[in-house]
């Protein structure tokens, strides 16, 4: 199961140098002009979570497999993007087929790295985006509803929702609003997503920082920290060239740079969790001797469509799922102990797996 967030801004403000950290390569060109990103750069990453480290631990396995997310470096949106300025609609387009934006804002000031617009602020190059890819959706959408006159006045089922939907869509639109802030039903969940507006995805503001920064953040960290709230988004603290300078060092030299600066963990990985969490993801868990795996899974997924993540084939022949959860596989050192101590159930095709479950499937073939 992939999922793929983009990362997005304007011209020079660090998203290049933050996916070749993020990806351990450089893919991605990072120079000092617009548009040094051609085509997207598409990387995947580990998801780090210290559980896995420790089941693998205790069940001695000889492979771990973390969870991964896809990354896409997607080139430099300018004002007008929407009308084609730029590279514009190409970009649009590889937004479109992500499931979030990490959407990366300028807040150093550096007179050796230019800004397209001339000055340092991110709050206003967070609304120029926005702006763009709102425009974005209401030219689509408007196309969309006069494409589906004709169905509608046959009386397609599934016409007359794409239409309400999308007209939902276009008054947050017209009111200055994202179409994330539209509440959707949960029977029209499925039809908002195929949707594929732009504004409607998650999205998570990057802040990038100098590196005498990353610690305790800036006034427009802090400008774009209160502009999320606001809006009932997320936003973390990055230093994108100590992110980089971290991805060439080892495990220990990196824990050790770290320390140095004053910072508990890589900013990197904050990122990774925030985007987890954006996409609202959970990870359970299969342990054995062979390998240690930690896999994806949407909130709220039942044991069968937990099962069929791994194979198709778990999901259609379901019988029950052997569940241990996290805590207690810890505490009583593995499967047995935790048997043995009645702490391994058997659940149904009802049971909504939780994060850091510990599960075995049994199905029909």
């Not at 899974?297 to 039942?302: C, D, N, Q, V, Y």
């Amino acid at each position: 199961m992939g999922f793929k967030t983009g990362i997005v801004g304007l011209p020079n403000v660090g998203k290049s140098t933050l996916f070749n950290a993020l990806t351990r390569t450089a893919a991605a060109q990072a120079a000092n002009f617009p548009f040094c990103t051609i085509e997207p750069n598409v990387g995947e990453v580990a998801v780090p979570d210290p559980r896995l480290d420790k089941l693998a631990e205790i069940a001695g396995s000889k492979q771990i497999i973390p969870t991964r997310m896809t990354f896409v470096d997607i080139a430099g949106l300018v004002k007008g993007a929407s009308k084609g300025e730029g590279l514009g609609n190409q970009f649009l387009a590889n937004i479109r087929e992500c499931d979030a934006i990490a959407h990366v804002l300028r807040c150093f000031e550096d007179g050796d790295v230019t800004h397209v617009e001339g000055r340092v602020d991110p709050v206003a190059d967070a609304e120029v985006i926005e702006t763009e890819l709102m425009i974005a959706d209401m030219e689509s959408i408007e196309k969309r509803l006069q494409g589906l006159v004709r169905k509608v006045r046959g009386g397609d089922k599934d016409a007359i929702q794409q239409e309400r939907l999308l007209k939902a869509a276009l008054d947050a639109l017209n009111a200055g609003r994202p179409a994330r802030t539209v509440a959707v039903a949960e029977d029209d969940a499925k039809a908002w997503g195929m949707l594929q507006l732009l504004t409607a995805k998650p999205v998570l503001y990057v802040c990038n920082v100098a590196e005498e920064e990353a610690a305790s953040g800036n006034a427009f960290s802090a400008a774009v920290a209160a502009m999320a709230e606001a809006e009932g988004a997320a936003s973390v603290v990055i230093s994108a060239k100590i992110e980089e300078e971290i991805s060439q060092l080892d495990p220990e030299e990196a824990e050790v740079f770290l320390e140095e600066l004053g910072l508990e963990e890589a900013g990197l990985d904050r990122l990774i969790k925030a985007g987890y969490g954006l996409l609202g993801l959970e990870t359970y868990f299969t342990v054995g001797p062979k390998e240690a795996r930690a896999w994806t899974i949407p909130l709220g997924t039942s044991a069968p469509k937990a099962a069929g993540v791994i194979h198709g084939d778990f999901e259609r022949g379901f019988i029950r799922a052997e569940t241990i959860a996290f805590d207690d596989f810890i505490a009583h050192g593995g499967e047995q102990g935790a048997k043995d101590a009645g702490k391994m159930r058997a659940e149904g095709k009802g049971y909504v797996v939780q994060d850091g479950d510990v599960m075995h499937f049994l199905f029909n073939t």
